[in-house]
Structures are given as C-alpha cells and as structure tokens.
C-alpha cells in the first residue's frame, strides 16, 4: 500500500525553504537584526567596491582620494564597498 502525501525530504526541503524565506524577509525588513557573519558570507560582484588612496599631505592632514598622490609620498589603498552606508573611521 502507498502513502499519500509527500515523503520526509521533500517536506525537510520546504520547511527549510520556508524559514530561509522568513529569514531573508526579518533581515530585509530588520537589517539591525541581521547577524554579523551574513553581508560577510554573501557574494560581491567587483563593481560594488571601489578603491579608494588615503596619505598625509604636506601640513599633516588626511587627504582621501580615488586616484594615489603624483608624487612618492607613500599612501594606503583603502577598499570599500559601496553596497553598505558606513564609511571606515580614521586612525589618528
């Protein structure tokens, strides 16, 4: 005699689908909810950063720019993203 309904797996696969969806909706609704790990985990495409050059110019002050310095004064290489809306602190 056979069973009626879907079998076990089938049922695990849509209960995970299920809470996946849940998930995915708190965390776009809620992004302050949104654990550490998961902007970390997800894939970038290489247009959603940009390099950005920061180095000291000649009284001391920060100069942050997308293209380096023309002369040889030495500069960091500062990458970021531009799918977030926070911008890295500064050392002082």
Do not use: C, H
């Not at 079998?7 to 949104?34: E, H, K, M, N, Q």
């Not at 050059?53 to 970021?80: F, H, M, N």
């Amino acid at each position: 005699m056979r069973r009626r309904g879907r079998s076990w797996p089938t049922r695990l696969f849509l209960l995970a689908l299920f809470g996946a969806g849940i998930a995915a909706a708190v965390w776009y609704f809620r992004p302050d909810l949104r654990p550490g790990w998961v902007p970390d985990a997800l894939p970038t495409s290489p247009a959603a950063t940009v390099t950005m050059y920061r180095w000291k110019d000649d009284a001391g002050q920060w100069v942050i720019s997308d293209t380096p310095p023309t002369d040889e004064r030495p500069y960091e290489e500062v990458t970021l993203r531009t799918d977030t809306n926070t911008l890295p602190g500064m050392d002082q």
